[in-house]
């Protein structure tokens, strides 16, 4: 995702990459209501994770800590790193509601600071697969994992629901910098085979499916470009600049989810994917 406009007050970053964060930070900003339909599948992942009590866990992209508070309540000793200091503001809340201890970083996946082997397990949901360069955000993740430890995410398949809104919203965006791809990739198990690579034995795919309550495709819409990071920027981007295109792609929004809308519930299939650190 790449976006002309920055609200920080700050200079825009001159480095693409450094700007591209910025923006998306500016994105997720708002996302914190949608934890309500992200905590389900945080208990998806850790399930499937099964980490023990006294084990370290590094949530990356918490957001508002969804899976880090998850596995906090099963006796894990978790750390959460996120790159929007508002959904920190939010973790730390559920923290404390939970009644559990966890270490938050404001930080960058492409750029850990933790020290290598530090982790038993390191988590993501739907959260490293927006860092600009996959290649440097599992490095990073496996570096900071023991030998030994599990690495688990969830990502969303690029034929299935929110893959193609992404290829969607990609569409209508600029180009992003040189170098950058689309985070549904990251849901094609070809393309987490490479990536892993022989860094990783072990590994393991399921599919499971995120339901999101809608009262209509309208309603759905309208929750997501108020929350949901690249398609809240998207859409002000583009009421600024092209009114007529933000309507076509309104639009098309809505055809696509349509395919997956039944009885007041948008059907959201995702990819698990779960391995051992060799
Ligand atoms: C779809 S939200 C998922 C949040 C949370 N894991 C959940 O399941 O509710 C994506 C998250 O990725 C974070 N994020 C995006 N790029 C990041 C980066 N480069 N480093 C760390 N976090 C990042 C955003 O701030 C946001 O919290």
């Known amino acids: 995702m790449q976006n002309p406009t920055t609200k920080s007050g700050k200079a825009p970053s001159a480095d693409p990459l450094a700007r591209f964060k910025e923006v998306q930070r500016e994105g997720w900003a708002h996302f914190a209501p949608l934890e309500a339909i992200t905590t389900p599948p945080a208990a998806e992942l850790v399930r499937r994770a099964s980490p023990r009590a006294g084990q370290r866990v590094l949530d990356v992209a918490c957001g508002t800590g969804v899976v880090a508070v998850t596995a906090a309540r099963l006796g894990a000793r978790v750390t959460g790193l996120d790159l929007t200091p508002e959904l920190l503001e939010r973790a730390r809340e559920n923290a404390q509601i939970a009644g559990v201890e966890i270490e938050w970083h404001q930080g960058d996946v492409e750029q850990l600071p933790f020290a290598d082997g530090t982790y038993d397990m390191v988590l993501s949901q739907f959260g490293h697969i927006f860092a600009p360069r996959p ?126 809308f039944e009885d007041n519930v948008l059907r959201q299939d995702y990819l698990l994917t779960r391995a051992t650190k060799t």
């Open 135 to 260: 290649d440097v955000a599992i490095a990073e993740m496996l570096r900071v994992l023991k030998p030994g430890g599990t690495i688990a995410f969830s990502s969303w398949p690029p034929e299935l629901c929110i893959g193609r809104l992404f290829a969607l919203i990609g569409r209508y965006l600029p180009p992003p910098p040189p170098g950058v791809v689309p985070p549904h990739l990251w849901g094609d198990p070809n393309v987490v085979r490479e990536r892993l690579g022989n860094a990783v034995k072990d590994l393991r795919f399921d599919r499971a499916t995120m339901r999101v309550p809608a009262l209509s495709l309208q309603h759905n819409r309208t929750a997501m470009e108020k929350t949901a990071g690249p398609i809240l920027k998207l859409v002000e981007s583009l009421t600024a600049t092209d009114p007529a295109r933000l309507e076509t792609y309104r639009r098309e929004f809505e055809a696509t989810i349509a395919d997956y």
